[in-house]
């Protein structure tokens, strides 16, 4: 046997079939490989079409198989090299080959990819094969491959298709099937080139009547089920690929039309179902327009029938079997087809009653939604849609409803009350036995729901909450915690289209009610989690309303203060809390006192969410920020402060008790010491997330009123040098501390970071506006060019450790992006980089990058080096350092972006390598000269492209002058240098 | 239904999932592990299959106010732009600013189906 080791390739036809039947037996994956690889070779060498005919009539099917396949390669790759008459021969040859098939019964894995070689030999020679399916026909019926120019002789297909035995009607279907199939996949470019509708289409008249001696209610009793299933399957094919032939070329093949009647027979036969359901869902769904009007006509009759009784009523009952579900899809699909007709008609046809109401009806089939029922999401999705078109329909009649809409209305409240029901959560131990994606999939269902709320408010109004208030009344009077919930959860879902509605807060007046209220603020905590969480969630929803109804918010925050020592809660209550304070900043003045308080007794629990106490230092904050004078607010910032800064000595305390241990990793506090560390990172972080909570809430809210008369008046400077730049400097010690002992920690870094972006987007002066040195930790030197040219030092220092590039992507990617931001404001920072060589190693290090292959890095610096190249003029003596670094660096920018440009970058890269490219041409000179030496450089990747190709890219570019079109030139460039395995995509 | 005849946008080619997958079959060409034809059979699967999940699985959703600066309707692509945009996400309290979007939305069905 050959040695597939070595690469050699097998010397007999005994060699090839030991190395075929070693690929289809198992063995290691290794040495699959390279069998493969050694076969693959003879497919694609010019000896593989004599390969393929001396392993046709091999009598081992893999072999077989195995040519069948090895025609298909050759046809995909080198049907060029056959002449007229080879191409002819060919076909005489694979026709003939189907034929012994059918005499000897091959088996259907040979007998397939056969069908499919023939496939592929009508992709090439679609233009002399035209009439292939009659062809194929003609010479089965004839037990001979007969030459394609006797086709005049054939009869006519009607007798063709009755001198066809069943197992050839097969071979033809799949045949068919793959035609359709295969020409569906290609791709319009290709489409238009090839014209495969012109040769696919005059095959319909043959493939038609076939189908039809199978599919029609005449004969299908005869005739056995496989067989009808694959004429089935074929005109499935068929009618999914007249849809592509619509779309391309607006083309109808009304033969199929024909068969649709006989084939909406075929939905009782229990053999044909499942194809002929699917194939009615999916031409219903995609492309409706293929039916007339009596097929629809016919579907509704369908529906009306006992069978079709008898399938939906196994289905509301709780059989969800794939074929029951099915039905369900179709009843579904027609529904979606329809819906306007449906709406529309709603008073004045009874049908259409009949069938909406059925269709509400599969709302509320047996089980749980999603877990059991599988009905219910696609059938809430026709309700959502049937929603969105009563609202395109709202004043379509002269402002005024339309008249079917009160018959829509009560038909969707119907259908509302069935999804309130399937809402509900089923008992808290049912639900959390189910899987994961069963819980997720319900919550989304609920989500879903609370969608059609939403949209359907758009029709109704304010009125619709009424229907939700009654529920939460009934159902807290009669302790029903699931409907609680339920009716809870829809109502919070009118949070943000109900807001504007003058009659909001009276209708809510009935809802946060002092009975209700008590219900969950009682001592005996009957109430289950999830009915306090929608609860919770509809406080926050809502919190806007306590702010003009003050006489319930002392005891809905009596619940939210309560709900913060339940673990469950505490994260929504602590958010409820941040809202009513926010909206309610003003009013819960006289009680911040109160809140510092409550805080007090929150604070000594450090079981409790950092996240948790952040929402509540934000809440409190902001009511210190409704406080009218910047002096007023000190004493309570000291407060909050003061219980930050014990969790920061704790901290610093426990890390200054900790053992020091060689074997322990000393950069890893949670490794030292017992879990001291660990405790000592989470109060830091702990702390840090206060810090911000804080500086969240202290901001001055952006929907303020604006004063235009008022007169600009000097800033304060209240916080950075009177008396509240004491809050300053605790606040920045407080950082610097933690920061200089766990500043190796990324969780702390990121806090710290976020306490100084609530700073840095502040308008006003407040206590976490701090000067930008303090930001830069005082290490970084004065005034902000001085930090700027510190961290230019440092992160060049940074690259130069790096070496190249590719030794840490991320590190490069952010480097130059600290580079590239300098740019535009700040350019003479980095040009009065010193020494001057630190300064030409970060510029030579971006073009290292740009002609990289990491795409990040690379991306990067195509941004340094388009708005490099693009700055605007600079006042001397900087505009003569940057023409003196572009002159310099010129030719070696031209040259790392042609060598990205001539192949090396990848499809997606050349956009952003444009952008410094336009540049050049735009504002260089020299830009030719550069570019075209680069394009002549032996560094060029590409050597399929001619120097007149080269000359003629350069020609383009420089004509266009920058302009977006240049972006086409260079990717077609890109294109002709990678070849054409790459023209794939458009 | 195979949906062989449907045909969808190519659209989200451009995105950044769609130009990550064209670069992996750019490489995997280069290597001659596949042919370019599998390399389009893969980018038609995609174009189904992002269109797909899309519709189907991304639950996630956010909220957005801003100035309508412009819009059209051409060829049954509806183009709007819109100025000074803040975006709300779900499950989150902070908000991103952008000083300008972009929208483009096609039918969701092709010329020829439904509407």
């Not at chain 1, 009350?417 to 319900?442: H, L, M, T, Y």
């Not at chain 1, 290490?779 to 450790?801: C, I």
């Amino acid at each position: 046997m050959a040695n597939v080791d070595s690469g050699q390739l097998p010397t007999s036809l005994e060699e090839v079939e030991a190395l075929i039947r070693q690929l289809y037996s198992p063995g290691r994956s290794d040495q699959v490989v390279k069998t493969q690889e050694t076969l693959q070779k003879l497919q694609r060498s010019p000896e593989g079409w004599q390969l393929a005919s001396s392993l046709m009539n091999n009598r081992d099917q893999q072999i077989r198989f195995f040519a069948a396949l090895t025609f298909i390669v050759k046809l995909n790759t080198d049907a060029k090299s056959l002449g007229e008459e080879d191409a002819q021969a060919l076909l005489q040859t694979l026709i003939g080959w189907l034929i012994r098939c059918m005499e000897i019964s091959e088996g259907a894995l040979v007998v397939r990819k056969l069908c499919s070689t023939l496939v592929a030999y009508f992709m090439q020679f679609s233009t002399s094969w035209e009439r292939c399916l009659k062809h194929l026909m003609y010479s089965l019926c004839n037990n001979e491959a007969r030459p394609y120019s006797s086709l005049d002789e054939a009869p006519e297909t009607e007798i063709l298709r009755h001198s066809l035995s069943d197992a050839k009607a097969v071979a033809v279907f799949w045949v068919a099937t793959t035609l359709v199939e295969e020409v569906g996949k290609t791709d319009s470019n290709s489409m238009k080139q090839h014209k495969f509708h012109r040769q696919v289409v005059p095959n319909v008249d043959d493939i038609v009547p076939l189908i039809s001696k199978y599919i029609n209610n005449n004969v299908t009793e005869a005739a056995h089920g496989t067989v009808k299933q694959e004429a089935m399957k074929c005109f499935q094919a068929w009618v999914s690929y007249s849809h592509r032939a619509f779309i391309d070329d607006e083309i109808v093949l009304e033969p199929l039309r024909n068969l649709i009647k006989p084939a909406l027979m075929c939905l009782v036969d229990d053999d044909l179902y499942e194809t002929t359901v699917e194939l009615f869902s999916d031409v219903l769904a995609n492309y409706s327009k293929f039916l007339h009007k009596e097929d629809f006509e016919t579907l509704q009759s369908l529906f009306n029938s006992p069978w079709a009784q008898e399938r939906y009523e196994r289905l509301i009952n709780g059989d969800f079997d794939f074929d029951s579900l099915q039905f369900g899809m179709f009843m579904i699909a027609f529904g979606d087809a329809t819906v306007q007709n449906l709406t529309k008609n709603l008073g004045t046809d009874p049908q259409c009653q009949q069938y909406l109401s059925a269709l509400c009806g599969l709302l509320g089939a047996e089980g749980h939604a999603i877990h059991d029922d599988k009905i219910y999401v696609p059938a809430l999705e026709f309700w959502n849609t049937l929603v969105e078109t009563m609202v395109d329909d709202i004043y379509s009649e002269g402002g005024k409803h339309p008249a079917w809409f009160p018959t829509a209305q009560a038909l969707v409240m119907q259908a509302i009350e069935r999804c309130w029901r399937k809402s509900q959560f089923p008992p808290a131990n049912e639900f959390s036995s189910w899987d994961s994606v069963d819980r997720i999939g319900f919550k989304d269902a609920r989500r879903d729901f609370s969608d059609l709320l939403q949209q359907f408010f758009l029709t109704t109004g304010i009125p619709l909450l009424q229907v939700f208030i009654d529920l939460i009344q009934k159902s807290a009077a009669s302790r029903n915690w699931a409907e609680l919930e339920a009716s809870i959860y829809c109502l919070g879902g009118f949070s943000d289209t109900s807001s504007e509605d003058p009659l909001r807060d009276e209708y809510l007046d009935k809802v946060f009610t002092p009975s209700l209220l008590d219900l969950f603020t009682g001592p005996h905590k009957e109430v289950p989690r999830p009915t306090m969480q929608s609860f919770l969630d509809l406080i926050i929803g809502y919190s806007e309303y306590f702010k003009h109804r003050t006489q319930a918010l002392p005891k809905v925050l009596t619940f939210v203060f309560q709900a913060t020592s339940s673990p469950n809660l505490a994260k929504k209550a602590s958010k409820a809390i941040t809202r009513l304070c926010s909206d309610c900043r003003k009013i819960l003045l006289p009680e911040l006192g109160a809140f510092l308080q409550q805080y007090r007794n929150i604070a000594s629990n450090y079981s409790l969410d950092g996240s948790v106490k952040e929402s509540i230092m934000e809440g409190i904050a902001s009511i210190i920020q409704a406080l009218e004078k910047e002096e007023q607010r000190v004493a309570p910032l000291e407060q909050l402060l003061n219980f930050i800064e014990a969790d920061v000595e704790q901290s610093l305390l426990l890390l200054s008790s900790i053992v020091p241990s060689q074997e322990r990793d000393q950069s890893d506090p949670s490794q030292m010491d017992g879990g001291r560390g660990a405790m000592a990172l989470e109060l830091g972080v702990t702390a840090f997330k206060c810090l911000a909570g804080i500086a969240k809430g202290i901001q001055i809210p952006d929907d303020g009123p604006v004063d235009l008369e008022k007169r600009e008046s000097r800033s304060s400077t209240f916080w950075t040098e009177g008396e509240g730049s004491r809050i300053q400097q605790r606040i920045y010690s407080m950082m610097c501390r933690m920061y200089d002992a766990l500043g190796n920690r990324g969780e702390i870094v990121e806090e710290v970071c976020d306490i100084w972006r609530q700073g840095f987007r502040e308008m006003e002066p407040g206590p976490f506006v701090m000067p930008p040195n303090m930001a830069a930790h005082n290490k970084w030197g004065d005034g902000l060019g001085g930090v700027l040219a510190a961290l230019l030092a440092w992160v060049a220092s940074l690259l130069h450790t790096l070496g190249e590039p590719g030794n840490d992507p991320e590190l490069t990617q952010t480097g130059i992006e600290f580079v590239f931001r300098l740019l535009p404001k700040y350019s003479h920072v980095l040009l009065n980089h010193q020494p001057s060589s630190s300064l030409e190693f970060v510029f030579m290090f971006t073009l290292k990058a740009l002609a990289g292959s990491d795409p990040l890095p690379k991306q990067a610096a195509a941004e340094f080096w388009a708005t490099f190249i693009g700055l605007p003029n600079q006042p001397e003596p900087l505009q003569a350092s940057v023409n003196n670094a572009i002159q310099h660096l010129g030719p070696l920018l031209a040259q790392a972006l042609i060598y990205n440009i001539g192949g090396h970058a990848a499809r997606s890269e050349l956009d952003k390598l444009c952008e410094p490219v336009k540049k050049l041409v735009v504002r260089q000179v020299n830009a030719r000269t550069w570019l075209e030496a680069a394009l002549l450089d032996p560094s060029f990747p590409s050597d399929i492209v001619s120097d007149k190709d080269k000359q003629l890219f350069l020609q383009k570019i420089m004509n266009l002058r920058g302009a977006r079109g240049t972006n086409q030139v260079v990717r077609e460039f890109w294109l002709t240098c990678r070849g054409t395995n790459f023209a794939y995509v458009s | 239904m195979a949906a062989t005849g449907q045909s969808f946008y190519e659209l989200y080619r451009r995105s950044s999932i769609g130009m990550a997958l064209t670069d992996t079959l750019d490489d995997l060409i280069s290597e001659r592990r596949i042919e370019p034809q599998l390399a389009m059979k893969i980018l038609a699967n995609f174009d189904r299959s992002i269109t797909e999940v899309l519709a189907d699985k991304v639950k996630a959703r956010l909220t957005f106010k801003g100035h309508l600066d412009t819009y059209r309707f051409c060829d049954e692509v509806w183009t709007f732009l819109i100025k000074d945009v803040t975006f709300k996400m779900e499950n989150s309290s902070q908000t991103v600013q952008a000083d300008k979007v972009k929208i483009v939305s096609c039918n969701s069905k092709r010329p020829g189906d439904p509407q």
